[in-house]
């Protein structure tokens, strides 16, 4: 009798032998893959967790170099320089009363000599954080404190102290509200259960948002801040935090860092979930298919050749056509794989469009970036000037890509990129008279429009109008039907009246560049520029079709 490996058997009993023989196998490579899936997951749980303490500290040190500006802005006001503090309290109180933040100018004592937090004349003491005055008076640069109680406001604050070197004024300071801060210690992207806050260097809580939040004021655990050494990274520790992960990012050029914190689990538990349902659902449909392999044997057999070409054409990324059988299941399956073969070819296409348009707008970007560097660099006698240099000039780049990330990249209004760039100098709010129709400008317009408005601005409060309480800035766009030309023109103009005697440079900074041949060469137009004695005169003549999105 000659022995069979394989004894005769119907197509049924082959299909139910073969189910059961590979399901095991299968079964134990799932319980591997999810075992490497976790380990997988937790890595990028780490990545991602050590990203998100970058960005809340990114966020953060926008506030802080914010509060720097103003002090910056603040320390050149005539009223200061003239010990006219009464005008200097009522100025700064109405500039900044929107923005909860309240300024504070000491002598070399400590001793307030203005507080805008109360009311000009009021009697005051020394500064409520003498160690943070000292030690900004010790260093000569702008420092931030470590959260304290505030004797005048009765609530947990923090300061920003810049020194001077006035005749009385030795420094000055800006102080906010810790609450005022929570704002920015957003916990939206953050799994459910998880917590972030700001640690000043002493260890303490400035403001703290979640699950666990802390309180103002309170110390953060002395087992973990120790350990925190690096700018930024990933702290696991099964005795401090159990169960839980913890990132943290030391904000830069500051004293403070940025935490965020949370179970493990919590993280990771939708995609585990869903991982054993699908296995769970593995199991059962494998059973159906059993009992249903030995009915249908003998009618799926070519039904199965046939899709298993279609299958491997459309992996080959050929678009398949349904084929019709005699089981209405398989007709299914012939339509899907089908279907699925139409939106993998829609999907590819969508990604390679989205692919050149990533690559577009970063090359555009890191183009813009380069041609600002090579130039400040050229022009900067120092480190520290080309450094405050670009960082201003890309605070400015990132305000119009802010504003078009919030716009899905599809354009902004006009009036709200004017709004956007003048947020950092707050004294503009009533300087700066804005006329024109809006509308809504091109994503690349956003950028160059944005970046020569910044530099507009940036020269007016350091040189021109702005930089006086009685200057006065018009601008105003209309358009205008100019000889030679068929097509609507856009006139946007920029005119100064009222600020210091104007002196036309020597030669071409980087903002003559900018305002001048960027903006001429971005919208195919042509640019004005008069340093007149009254004040500098601008206007950017360019057709509307550059400018305007359809």
């Known amino acids: 009798m000659r022995f ?60 802080l170099q914010d509060m720097a500006t103003t002090l910056r802005l603040l320390s050149t006001s005539p009223e200061l320089e003239n010990n006219d503090f009464a005008s200097f309290h009522e100025r700064t109180a109405t500039a900044l009363r929107a923005n909860t933040l309240y300024i504070i100018a000491v002598d070399g004592t400590g001793q307030q000599l203005v507080n805008t937090r109360v009311d000009y004349g009021t009697p005051l003491g020394k500064a409520g954080n003498m160690s943070a005055v000292e030690s900004a008076f010790r260093s000569g640069r702008i420092e931030a404190s470590d959260v304290f109680m505030g004797r005048t406001s009765g609530e947990w604050v923090y300061n920003v102290t810049m020194p001077l070197d006035l005749v009385r004024v030795k420094a000055l300071i800006v102080t906010q509200s810790a609450k005022d801060l929570v704002r920015l210690v957003t916990i939206d992207s953050l799994p459910m259960g998880w917590s972030a806050a700001i640690i000043d260097q002493s260890g303490h809580v400035v403001a703290s948002a979640g699950a666990t939040s802390i309180g103002f004021g309170e110390a953060f655990d002395p087992r973990i801040l120790p350990t925190l050494v690096d700018s930024s990274g ?34 990771q538990a939708s995609i585990l979930t869903t991982w054993r349902f699908l296995i769970i659902g593995g199991i059962a449909l494998m059973l159906v298919a059993i009992l249903a392999a030995y009915a249908v044997a003998r009618q799926v057999r070519t039904t199965i050749r046939s899709i298993a070409d279609m299958a491997n054409r459309m992996g080959e990324g050929h678009i398949v056509a349904p084929i019709e059988t005699s089981v209405i299941e398989a007709n299914q399956v012939a339509v899907a ?179 001048k041949y960027h903006a001429a060469a971005a919208f195919s137009g042509n640019v004005q520029v008069d340093f007149r004695p009254g004040g500098l005169y601008w206007v950017l003549t360019a057709p509307r079709r550059i400018l305007e999105r359809a």
Request: charged content about 20%; some cysteine.
């Open 4 to 63: 069979r490996l394989f004894p005769k058997a119907s197509i049924g009993t082959y299909l139910i032998a073969m189910a059961v023989a590979i399901a095991l196998p299968i079964f134990a490579l799932v319980a591997l893959l999810l075992a490497q899936l976790e380990d997988n997951q937790r890595s990028i749980l780490k990545r991602e967790t050590a990203q998100d303490a970058t960005a809340l500290a990114r966020s953060v040190d926008r506030q």
């Open 234 to 267: 990933v702290y696991e520790n099964r005795t401090a935090l159990p169960n839980a992960m913890l990132g943290y990012a030391q904000i830069p050029g500051w004293s403070w860092k940025a935490v965020i914190w949370g179970p493990v689990a919590n993280a």
């Open 337 to 515: 794989l089908s279907n699925a073969s139409f939106d993998r070819s829609q999907t590819e296409d969508r990604l390679h469009f989205v692919m050149n348009e990533l690559v577009h707008r970063t090359k555009n970007l890191l183009t813009l970036a380069q041609a600002m560097t090579r130039q400040l660099v050229k022009q900067s006698r120092t480190v520290e000037e080309f450094q405050a240099a670009v960082a201003d000039r890309l605070d400015g780049l990132s305000r119009s890509i802010d504003l078009l990330t919030s716009e899905q990249w599809a354009g902004a209004s006009f009036r709200r990129v004017i709004s956007t760039h003048f947020e950092s100098f707050p004294q503009a709010a009533e300087q700066i008279e804005i006329s024109g129709n809006d509308f809504t400008l091109k994503p690349d317009a956003v950028q160059n429009l944005g970046l020569a408005l910044h530099e507009l601005a940036t020269n007016s409060v350091k040189y021109g109008a702005l930089s006086v309480p009685q200057g006065r800035v018009l601008f105003s766009w209309c358009n205008v039907q100019e000889e030679g030309h068929v097509e609507t023109m856009l006139r946007i103009t920029w005119e100064e009246h009222d600020g210091p005697a104007v002196i036309e440079p020597l030669r071409a900074g980087f903002g003559t560049t900018v305002i």
